[in-house]
């Protein structure tokens, strides 16, 4: 019986798109054989298995060592040559003597230690105990704002430099004022300071500006409270967070001076000391002074006594020819003295001011003169100030008769 053959539809001839399929060339007829590299036949290009490839690799590999092998035995001998390690010498080692290796090994202990806030600290307590002095900044250790590791250096530098912020005797120089004209001015001046509750670094900056400027130029008596006042302005705008206004200064002298002339005579003094204001006053060594005198337990009344005695040096023109630092130490002294401070001058404070009692003796008498007459002085700013109990009423002490009755060191 005779098969029939089924054609399925897709490759019957009357289907288009079966036409179209058989009628495809084959992949070597389409001319893509151009693209192979130079030297490759056509249908064979030669693409290595895996595994084939692999086994090329390793028998290159065997090739390489045996062509290594068989290198000829100069080359050989060359390379051995090459190889063949350094002769070694002999070397004699001679031990040192005991006490070097002792004292190597300590430089370099010594050199590896390092120096650390601790380490001085506690140096500085062992000094001032073979000394006999007290380590008055052991209670600020952890007080950062007190600069305890390099605090003396601080004061070291502030006496060297003193000389050069310090004003020169000038009345000689000046026409129309005098040291009465002058006092008048810084105890209206204390007065000012007072009402303004500005802070005591400003009333020695004030006075300084006002004596440096008056020993390097000559004004007349009118301008003498323009001064004061100009030179207020400027300590407040350095050491205070807020200042008066220049209004407000104005109003404090009665408007005898417009804002203008002020603000005019601040260019002045400043152009004078050429913005030299970073100096050290006497405030500056009175804080640490006091702090020799009393470095355990405060003490109020000692420290407003030391404050007193200090203002009224700041009223005598005399006191201009003593360094700030003595005037600072002989007002601690004198009011030890003042108080009955047993002993009245001690180690510590030799030590922290430089000063012996003898070179304090003159300084010392004049402070202790000025507070005998301050209750029969027409100026009395600073004595009202430190009459008030706030500050202990120290004022009403009784002046320290030792020191008025001493002959001053020669």
Known sequence: MATRRVIPQQVRGDDPVA???KNRRALGDIGNIASLLPGVEAGKVNRPLTRNFRAQLLENANKKQINVAKKPEAVQKKARAVAKPPQTHEVIVI??????VAKAKHDAASSKKKVTYTSVLNARSKAAAASKTLDIDSADRDNDLAAVEYVEDMYSFYKEVENESKAQMYMQTQTEINEKMRSILVDWLVDV?????????????????????????TIPRRELQLLGVSALLIASKY???????????????????????????????????????TVPTQYVFLARFIKASVPSVPDP?????????????????????FRPSMLAASAVYTARCCLNKTPVWTETLEFHTGYSEHELMECSKLLAFLHSRVGESKLRAVFKKYSKAERCAVALVSPAKSVLSSTPAP
């Open 239 to 277: 050491e205070e967070i807020w200042p008066p206004q220049v209004n407000d200064l104005v109003y404090v002298t009665d408007n005898t001076y417009q804002s203008k002339q002020i603000l005019m005579m601040e260019k002045t003094i400043l152009g004078c000391l050429e913005w030299y204001l």
């Open 193 to 217: 300071h007072v009402k303004f509750d500005l802070s005591p670094e400003t009333l020695y900056l004030t006075i300084n500006i006002i004596d440096r400027f008056l020993s390097l130029k």
């Open 301 to 321: 009344e000692m420290e407003n006594m030391v404050h007193f005695l200090a203002e009224l040096g700041l009223m005598h023109y005399d006191a201009l020819k």
């Open 95 to 100: 031990s040192p003597d005991t006490n070097e």
């Open 19 to 21: 036409a179209e399929a």
